[in-house]
């Protein structure tokens, strides 16, 4: 509903859907999650987006996960901070160094 500029249904409906997702023990709750994230992105809501992003699980796709990434280091870019969520970004900018 998001990209159909329909962003107060999609809010009405997001913690419902959630909720249900998370009391059937949906596999689709991260799916749930990551579209909320990347929606409140579009809509420039980093802080709700930051919420959502941390609720997923490490348990993703590779193409999730660098949704995930993505989305952190876009905020975190535009924020003028560094990484929001911690991964191997940190870690292999360090072995790197270290190597040298």
Do not use: K
């Amino acid at each position: 509903m998001g990209n159909l500029d329909r962003v107060a249904e999609f809010e009405a409906a997001l913690s419902p859907t959630i909720a249900l997702a998370e009391s059937q023990g949906s596999p689709r709750l991260v799916g749930l999650q990551r579209i909320a994230a990347l929606t409140f992105l579009d809509y420039g809501d980093w802080d709700r987006a930051l919420l959502h992003l941390d609720q997923t699980t490490d348990a993703l796709t590779q193409f999730e996960a660098l949704q995930r990434s993505g989305a952190a280091a876009l905020i975190a870019l535009r924020r003028g901070t560094g990484p929001r969520l911690s991964g191997t970004s940190r870690r292999s900018r360090t072995s790197r160094t270290s190597a040298a």
